[in-house]
């Protein structure tokens, strides 16, 4: 629970000296988001070690929400020395803009788009392009702690 405070906090700090220096842009429609994930289930065991992942590509219940093109949820880092911190993304391609293009996850923790080939970084939680056409950063959702599990919610951009 700590951890997920810790990185509540992180991220809260990032998104403040991401708003002083300009706004970021994303390219990927915002859609609501609501997915809770525990960690006691076999999605939420995924989620365990750092750098396990896990693709939602389906809500799993009438009140589930997952964004435009799904989600894609990493168990990350946060620099040498910090805890466990988890970061959400939409799974829909900045540059496609199709929900039916969806990200994989390569052998370096790195999302992938199938068809324009562009990379995104994922387990520090800044979704940034590093190789590829795509110019736009993948969409972030807000993780939430939540009793045994984390909540993925829609962002405040």
Not at 58 to 78: E, K, N, Q
Not at 99 to 121: N, Q
């Amino acid at each position: 629970m700590k951890a997920l405070r810790n990185m509540l906090l992180w991220l809260t700090s990032t998104l403040l000296l991401i708003g002083c220096q300009g706004e970021v842009q994303y390219a990927t429609p915002l859609r609501p988001v609501h997915y809770p994930i525990y960690f006691g289930s076999a999605e939420g065991r995924a989620l365990i070690p750092v750098g396990g992942y896990l693709r939602i590509t389906r809500p799993s219940t009438a009140i589930s929400a997952i964004g435009f093109g799904g989600i894609l949820v990493i168990h990350g880092f946060a620099g040498s020395g910090m805890a466990d911190y988890y970061y959400a993304y939409d799974l829909a391609c900045p540059k496609e803009l199709d929900p039916a293009v969806s990200l994989m996850v390569s052998d370096k923790l790195e999302a992938v788009c199938p068809k324009c080939h562009s990379h995104f970084s994922i387990v520090y939680g800044g979704g940034l392009p590093i190789q590829g056409p795509a110019q736009s950063p993948l969409l972030p959702y807000r993780v939430l702690p939540i009793d045994g599990g984390i909540l993925i919610t829609t962002p405040e951009l």
